[in-house]
């Protein structure tokens, strides 16, 4: 594998745009597109839809479906969701490429974090400008000077940008799915490291919301005639938490319990809320069924359970399919003199939902920064233009088969 001439204008054409990739991914970060913030995410996604009508490409809204949600009072109900971007080039070419990133980020409408700064040490630190506004930038930015390219024409490509991804996915989950069966190799900009590494071997993820109803009773005149839901939530808890350690790989996480309300009052009502973490399927299979059990047997007569949830993202393992993809791009980061390296990551991305579709992927593609999900969320500007090269670069070493995306897919598929 080498550089051509070809190749080297697509390089050239990225670098040239520099200060607007950058610039643009600042101003998208200044504008709030939390998960629930249904106001701030149209917003984005019209300044999104009017930056990849610059495209050679087939522009639409996609609607998600609705998503099952428990309040805090154990009430169940459904929840709506912004649209999806869905942008297409060539949908009959022999290739396919398929690109994702989200637009909504963890930071609510009322967060104190709303807006872009730059370090002293150059670092540019604001909400999504690595997670994964910065990433959506980079994204754009290689297909941008990929349709530069004189090979372009046996590769098609298309991008999902999801509204829910740090939510789960719940509503764009089905089409992740259905453009993971229909690609050959997928792309998704998660931010890397800062020092460039990226995530190999990913952890499943499920998360579960269960329901503990009781008998309310004043709990002095009558505290004998009441069943006490928080007592009883607590007691699963700590069953729950019991679980980490009996095998190997597993976590339970348990985030919250919601319920009950005045001291004299004998609480009716709490929600448990947890997250367990897995390495492969055997150990989902082992927890799903230890969590199952629980939910199944109330602590203490009086109590019923109510269990919602379960896995959003299945393991991504190292396997044939992604050992050979990492290969090739590491041989593609080397032509940039950008070492690759990769670790494992318990952290859970839509790398996962593509991969479980079939689809093999490198899902931290974004650029390089840190401390994501936090008020010191950073990137560094050098990276934008850094990643967006090797992004287009992989897309030319796809288009001339060096990068041979169709045998890709056949390994992926023999271990499905």
Known sequence: MRILTSDQAVLDHVAARREAI?????????????????????????????????????????????????????????????????????????????????????????????????????????????????????????????????????????????????????????????????????????????????????????????????????????????????????????????????????????????????LNVVADNAVVRFNVRVPDKAAADWVDAQVRSLAATPPFEGLTLDLHGGFTRAPKPMDAAQTALFEAVKEAGALLGQPIAWKPSGGVCEGNNLHAAGLPNIDTLGVRGGDIHSDQEFAWPDSFVERAQLCALILCKVASGEIDAAKLKSLRMETL
């Open 22 to 262: 950058i610039g643009r991914t600042i101003d998208w970060a200044n504008i709030n597109s939390g998960s629930r913030n249904a106001a701030g995410l149209n917003i984005m996604l019209d300044v999104l839809e009017a930056e990849a009508r610059r495209l050679p490409a087939v522009v639409e809204r996609i609607p998600t479906q609705g998503s099952i949600t428990v309040a805090d009072d154990g009430s169940v109900r459904t929840e709506a969701h912004a649209d999806a971007l869905k942008i297409t080039a060539r949908p009959d070419a022999p290739i396919q490429v398929v690109l994702t990133g989200h637009y909504d980020t963890v930071f609510p409408a009322d967060s104190r974090f709303q807006t872009v700064t730059t370090r002293a040490d150059g670092a540019l630190n604001g909400p999504g400008v690595a997670d994964m506004k910065g990433g959506i930038s980079v994204l754009l930015a290689a297909l941008e000077a990929f349709e530069t390219h004189p090979d372009r024409h046996g590769v098609g490509w298309t991008v999902l940008l999801s509204p829910d991804e740090e939510i789960g996915s719940p509503a764009s989950a089905p089409l992740l799915a259905d453009l993971g069966a229909r690609g050959h190799v997928g792309l998704t900009y998660e931010p890397a490291l800062a020092d460039g590494t990226l995530a190999g071997a990913r952890k499943g993820s499920g998360n579960y919301h269960l329901i503990v109803t009781g008998r309310a009773a004043h709990a002095g005149r009558a505290f004998e005639e009441g069943r006490n839901a928080v007592a009883g939530a607590a007691i699963i808890a700590a069953a729950l938490h019991g679980l980490n350690g009996q095998h190997e790989g597993v976590t339970v996480n348990v985030a919250k319990i919601a319920g009950g309300g005045a």
